[in-house]
């Protein structure tokens, strides 16, 4: 089976008409390309939930910072409509930069709250590149459902944000993180990491490992939880933590006890590579998807 | 004929999904209610142009600045679904500023280059409020047409780059100005006007209609045109013109001389309203609307 490669959204339109028009459910997952495990997850689970399953590709510059790493991000097209086809994908949507942004684009989507802490900080813009080129694919692809990695935790929660207040007619489902065998989640970006760089940036999985357990001992300090992130972190000379908190799930507000679902999250450089991770808090609650330390 | 009252945006995508399911065409006329001939213009293009006709009331809070009239916009809500019954309306959305507005709301849709000039300079926000509150309207009613006034002309202009920018799948159809027999443009503020300030108002379209005169005698210097239109206005002391200005008529950037469809537009304060006016300025059409001074 060969899938359907739009490169403009007219194209896409057209494709996914009749598909609409039948009432047949779209399902929509929006990537940057150089595709792995963790997005080939919310693909599987996008088909298995609608009848149509689209994957957009774009290396969004929007979202990108001036020192940030838009020209250096790994892309590999051949080998994404590869691993696509075989997922049975129905439509691939590759536009163009030129495709998306009118050179006198002049409307942005911002959002005001949850994008000022953890990466929000250090990467002004990137919430607000985010959220306006999905909002764009939204309306191009008008699927009914789209499919977010928890891995991107932030993301996730200010699209469905985004979706409650401008009333998207989308629900947002978020996916589980996908991990390499000894605890790496993936990311397109651990392609920067050279041998010991990707030796150092396991310590960043280890100690949310470790922060874990102490959670599921019964520690609800979040200074007590990232004291122990940030000791097995700096163990390694190779890995400089950008941030390490514990935030509340929804809203990402400070949590000064975890009473309700928190989420512990942590921006590392470790090498090239600026990788994130996290771990969802549930009192109550013990996962079983997370490799213990 | 009675027309379907809805409240919550919920009812909304519930009275209108079998009509969307059955392939429908559906017209939507945002509104702040206290409706004139101007509105119901636009509600009879939307019926001839569309199987269903939906209009929106929603005196939208976040496009008023502080010291504005949100407080005192004029409402008669009785009298406009009488109004819009007689027109056949289909369907008539009246949501509380709860029902669009979470109090920890933290995404707005911004326009940062139409919206910095004429209105925008003295209304700072108003235009970001606009395209908000115009995205949600369109996500909940998901209309394949949506109707606003000429008079209103930036806004209709940004919206439009709105709709192109963000890739919403809307038609944006502008339509011409309503005026009083004697040109004053219609407006829902034009019930602030006092006796005295009312025959004041007459001026700002009398100078509109005598800058169209130059216009079509060839003065092609905005400049010049300007200068008629200060003279007439500045002969009513009860007017205070806040800007009159020539305009590219699509992306509202300055124009040195009108070679192609200009705009003129002109705000002004007259007693306790201000009020908004404009013509377009076509190289090689005459308009036969407009009332001749």
Not at 197 to 205: F, G, K, W, Y
Request: glycine share 6%; net charge neutral.
């Amino acid at each position: 089976m060969v899938v359907h490669l739009a490169k403009s959204a007219e194209k896409v339109k057209f494709f996914l008409n009749d598909a609409r028009r039948s009432g047949l459910a779209i399902g929509l997952v929006p990537t940057m390309g150089f595709l792995h495990e963790g997005h080939l997850s919310l693909v599987r689970t996008a088909r298995e939930d609608n009848d149509i399953c689209a994957v957009s590709i774009f290396v969004n510059p929007l979202q990108f910072g001036p020192s940030e790493d838009l020209e250096a991000y790994p892309r590999d097209l051949e080998r994404d409509l590869r691993l696509l086809s075989r997922e049975g994908v129905d439509l691939v949507f590759v536009p163009e930069v030129a495709e998306l942004y009118y050179p006198d684009r002049s409307v942005l989507v911002t959002e005001n709250l949850l994008s000022r802490c953890l990466c929000g900080s250090a990467r002004p813009g990137h919430f607000d590149g985010v959220c306006t080129v999905v909002l764009k694919l939204f309306n191009i692809v008008r699927p009914d459902r789209a499919y977010f990695g928890q891995k991107d935790y932030q993301q996730l929660q200010i699209i469905k944000r985004m979706v409650r207040d401008l009333n998207v007619p989308v629900e947002i489902i978020g996916c589980p993180i996908v991990r390499e065998r000894d605890g790496l989640a993936m990311s397109s970006r651990n392609i920067y990491l050279d041998q010991p760089a990707r030796e150092a940036a396991l310590s960043l999985s280890r100690a949310l490992g470790e922060a874990r357990s102490l959670f599921e001992e019964g520690e609800r300090r979040p200074d007590v939880l990232l004291s122990a992130v940030r000791r097995t972190v700096s163990s390694c000379p190779l890995v400089v933590l950008e941030y390490a908190e514990v935030r509340d799930a929804e809203d990402l507000s400070p949590v000064a006890t975890v009473k309700k679902q928190a989420v512990l999250a942590l921006a590392a450089r470790v090498g090239r590579a600026r990788l994130i991770d996290n771990i969802l808090l549930e009192p109550g609650v013990t996962c079983s998807r997370f490799p213990r330390s």
